[in-house]
């Protein structure tokens, strides 16, 4: 194969993404690599004024036709309204990156009903609803992709992210069944696990005193980046992946076997 080739087959020319929790870090680095292929991008926001900047800044780099989209995923249907939205917006979605969530660190014993719900409607309950209206139009089309964001955290739980954790794990296992239910119409599903990536959320605990230890079980000696996750995104994402369903790929410098 000529190497004009392979580098086609990561193009992503007149294929629509829709990419949760896109206006920054992980999201954001995903979405402008897959507008960097070639794709139209939808970057979800939670629709505060603040993520509403950072969205339409990301559409800005993006180009391609990108739109910002504002969805609380904490209310009751809004999954099934961004994906109505999106597809008004765009007519088609082939590709969803599964990558919005919230993280509630409490004691088991500590753990309400509030702070359970809140968790599972934004990491379990939005997702569903994106699936239930996104998967169909793929499997019609006879294309489409689907990356759940995973963590470190569905195997190696930490002990104040037991609904977290327990939501990761939940949605890995997803991605596994709908692998199998969907593969045979073109559409691949699978999970792409970061470990240790210097974000706005872990700030805390990586200047504590557990960020020299988390940095200890670090194989590769250093803490990811947003873009260490971009190219993994792209790769399943794209007709470069197209034989990649049902994975679970671990972006996380080879803590998950430390």
Known sequence: MAQDDVFARFRLDGRTALVTGGRREIGRAIALALAGAGARVAVHHAGTAEEAR????????????????????????????????????????????LNASIEILQPVIDIDRAAYDRQMNVNVWATLQLLQGLLPGMA???????????????????????????????????????????????????????????????????????????????????????????????????????YINGANLYVDGGRHVN
């Open 140 to 242: 019609a089309r006879g294309w489409g992709r689907v990356v759940t964001i995973g963590s470190v955290q569905q195997i190696s739980p930490h002990q104040q992210m037991l609904v977290y954790a327990g939501g990761k794990a939940l949605q890995h296992n997803w991605a596994i069944s709908l692998a199998r239910q969907y593969g045979g119409q073109g559409v691949t599903v699978n999970n792409l696990a970061p470990g240790i990536i210097a974000t706005a959320r872990n700030a805390d605990q990586r200047a504590g005193p557990d960020g020299a230890a988390l940095l200890a079980r670090v194989p590769v000696g250093r803490m990811g980046v947003p873009d260490d996750l971009a190219g993994a995104a792209l790769l399943l994402c794209s007709d470069a992946g197209s």
């Open 54 to 97: 950072d969205a339409a800044a990301v559409v800005a780099e993006a180009g391609q036709g990108a739109q910002a989209f504002a969805a609380d995923f904490s209310a009751k249907n809004a999954g099934a309204k961004l994906a109505g939205d999106v597809l008004a917006a765009f007519g088609a979605v082939d590709i969803l990156v």
